[in-house]
């Protein structure tokens, strides 16, 4: 396991968030770039190329989980931070590294496929309802397509925990501790683990604030009488601003967490 893993306060769950808040505002277009940038690639390329969209993400997602960390560390040394940062896990300097970030990244795709086969034996088939049967409003079949969506959302929500614990340190630990996959994997979910209480409180403010946000704008512009276009089209942009934001806190978890600030 790496050294020096310090167990934080309940409180630095916060301060990881205004931690992350003051690096957006320290650098806001150059984070609203990149954030908006990781946004692109999991909706455009994770969800509109069939099958094979979403496996290219999710093996590329430890990768560009460095290249996440090393903007965040970037950004408080006061470097600039460009979209091509999130690509830094390919790039030849860190190329020793490449092979344990693709295999982290076969291993996050293993298990989320697991979770998912898991929840299909669990919850059963998924309800077989077209969009047309959600436009004319069947109330049998939207009742039973909406109740299956909940509880996959949940039962997946819930299952995912474990392996967010393993993937959140792990990139950083693979690249600037040269640990071996499984041993960063494992490294990283006793490290969040001993931590818990402040990725607890991380975790709430996170969704707080993120979701809180977003609302507040959205019922202020439909009890203004915006259009629903204009006010979906408002919401996207916070939705993007939350991601930039949210992103800018990853960072400071690491440089709590671990005492050693190696070098790349």
């Known amino acids: ?45 994770g969800l509109l190329i069939p099958f094979l969209g979403a496996a290219v993400v999710a093996i590329a997602s430890p990768a560009m989980g460095f290249g996440i960390m090393l903007a965040g560390r970037m950004g408080q040394k006061g470097l600039r931070v ?5 690509f830094s896990g390919f790039t030849p300097e860190h190329r020793k590294h490449l092979q344990s970030l693709i295999v982290l990244g076969a291993i996050y795709t293993a298990c989320f496929a697991v979770i998912k086969l898991l929840a299909h034996l669990l919850l059963g088939a998924q309800p077989n309802v077209s969009i047309e049967d959600l436009q004319k409003a069947d109330p049998a079949a939207s009742a ?70 977003s609302s507040v704008f959205v019922v202020i512009f439909t009890m203004l009488g915006l259009p629903a276009v204009f006010v ?10 939350v991601m930039a934001v949210s992103l800018c806190t ?13 070098t790349v």
């Open 1 to 45: 396991m790496a050294n020096y893993v310090h167990t934080c306060p309940p409180s630095a769950g916060w301060d990881w968030l205004m931690q992350g808040v003051q690096l957006f505002r320290k650098k806001p277009g150059e984070m609203f770039l990149f954030g908006n940038t990781y946004l692109f690639i999991i909706l455009f390329v």
């Open 82 to 86: 460009s979209p091509i940062v999130l």
């Open 144 to 213: 039973a397509f909406m109740e299956y969506m909940v509880l996959y959302m949940v039962f997946v929500g819930i299952t995912s925990i474990p392996v967010l614990l393993a993937f959140w340190f792990a990139p950083v630990l693979v690249v600037w501790h040269n640990m071996k996959p499984v041993q960063a994997l494992f490294s990283s979910w006793v490290a969040v683990w001993r931590n818990k209480a402040s990725f607890f409180i991380y975790g709430m403010g996170w969704l707080v604030l993120g979701l809180g946000f």
């Open 232 to 241: 979906s089209a408002l919401n996207m942009m916070c939705v993007a601003l």
């Open 250 to 262: 990853f960072y400071p978890t690491y440089k709590a967490v671990f005492e050693h600030d190696p």
